[in-house]
């Protein structure tokens, strides 16, 4: 069964910096397009970023394009969502997702535990 298993979350300084990774298994990792998603305290999901099977076509939201970069290893089936310059409004429970193809919603059809970040001084 797919698997997701989000990790490298915590408690960040705002500025600060924190790489997330995410172990998938259960499918055939290099075949699908790989997303982050977040859910902040009280909040809706929120599209976050994308990364093509090859890792060489990304997309991000506007809000964090510049600060994040989405990469994946597609050997060690990971992806990956380095964070820089994070800010407070950055805290949120973080997800990784998996499509078939590009997609810039929310309604995805497996989903890990999550990794929390919280940006806070």
């Known amino acids: 069964q797919v698997q997701l298993v989000e990790s490298g979350g915590g408690l960040v300084q705002p500025g600060g910096s924190l790489r997330l990774s995410c172990a998938a298994s259960?499918?055939?990792?290099?075949?699908?397009?790989m997303y982050w998603v977040r859910q902040a305290p009280g909040k809706g999901l929120e599209w976050v970023s994308g990364?093509?099977?090859?890792?060489?076509?990304?997309a991000y939201a506007d809000d964090v394009k510049g600060r994040f970069t989405i990469s994946r290893d597609n050997a060690e089936n990971t992806l990956y969502l380095e964070m820089n310059s994070l800010k407070p409004e950055d805290t949120a429970l973080y997800y990784c997702?998996?499509?078939?193809?590009?997609?810039?919603?929310?309604?995805?059809?497996?989903w890990g535990q999550g990794t929390q970040v919280t940006v806070s001084s």
């Open positions: 997702a998996r499509h078939g193809r590009y997609y810039r919603g929310t309604n995805f059809g497996s």
């Open positions: 259960g499918f055939t990792f290099s075949s699908y397009w």
């Open positions: 990364i093509n099977t090859g890792g060489d076509t990304t």
